[in-house]
């Protein structure tokens, strides 16, 4: 994470030109600019279980392995 406070996506439809912006959370960017966070994950829409997101870790830190 290098600590930028926004970041913006585009789109593209036959419809036109679409974005979206997503603002984090001032904390965590201040923690970033820091140096404060070194290999996290931030995970937006988290399982609602700590078993459910135990195993949501585990399956994303084996294929980050390999």
């Known amino acids: 994470m290098n ?4 970041s913006t996506s585009f ?3 036959p ?3 679409v974005w979206e912006r997503e603002k984090y959370d001032k904390q965590l ?3 970033a600019k820091a ?4 290999g996290c994950v931030v ?3 988290a399982p ?4 459910e997101l135990r195993r949501f870790a ?3 830190l084996k294929k980050s392995l390999n």
């Open 3 to 6: 600590g930028k406070g926004s």
């Open 11 to 13: 789109f593209p439809f």
């Open 15 to 17: 419809i036109g030109l």
């Open 29 to 31: 960017v201040d923690m």
């Open 35 to 38: 140096g404060e966070l070194i």
């Open 43 to 45: 995970i937006e829409n």
């Open 48 to 51: 609602e279980s700590m078993e």
């Open 58 to 60: 585990s399956d994303n």
